[in-house]
């Protein structure tokens, strides 16, 4: 079994900067995604990385604002985020999967295991 723990989240002005964290524990980790989900929308993946290799990927909303990256000590993964907008506004949520899968993905169905979220509120 797995368990993820998000945390890092708040209420912070536009142009501001968050950083996420997700403590993984309970079996090998190979790749951990962030998601987000804002109500009334649908979940949306926002990065990811693997952690053997370090490759990330990024959403296009995302790309220059924010930054994954991992401790593998730690088995920890980070999402810095910088200027922040009012539309980053939402839960997020780390995942991770049972086996490897050569990299990781923006899907969220590829995953097994999520955390809990955290809220990230961005006011205007």
């Known amino acids: 079994q797995v368990q993820l723990v998000e945390s890092g989240g708040g209420l912070v002005q536009a142009g501001d900067s968050l950083r996420l964290s997700c403590a993984a524990s309970?079996?090998?980790?190979?790749?951990i995604g962030w998601f987000r989900q804002a109500p009334g929308k649908e979940r949306e993946g926002v990065s990811c990385?693997?952690?053997?290799?370090?490759?990330?990927y990024y959403a296009d909303s995302v790309k220059g604002r924010f930054t994954i990256s991992r401790d593998n000590a730690k088995i920890a993964v980070y999402l810095q985020m910088n200027s922040l907008k009012p539309e980053d506004t939402a839960v997020y949520y780390c995942a991770t999967r049972r086996a490897y899968g050569g990299g990781c993905s923006l899907e969220g169905s590829w995953y097994n295991y999520w955390g809990q979220g955290t809220q990230v509120t961005v006011s205007s």
């Open positions: 990385i693997s952690i053997r290799v370090g490759n990330t």
């Open positions: 309970g079996r090998s980790i190979y790749a």
